[in-house]
């Protein structure tokens, strides 16, 4: 189950780049995965999902983009900055 393994390095990559608010801020982590990257993308959200739920993040939901080829790459961060809609 190496979906585990690449949760935690996508919860790292999401925390140290969550910005001055920090991870607890962050409210959306979007993973783009392609077809052939060797990834099994229900495993793979079901492990963000429990892994974004804890501390240091909190509420924070996982989005897997579906990709064609071997990628796999955080695209975007969605954070909280305290401002109304932007």
Known sequence: MHELSLANEICRIAEANAGPAGPA?????????????????ESLTFCLEVLLSQPPFGSATPRLIRQPGDVLRVSYLEVDDGRPDD
């Open 25 to 41: 801020a962050v409210r959306q982590v979007a993973v783009e995965v392609g077809d052939q990257s060797g990834v099994e993308p």
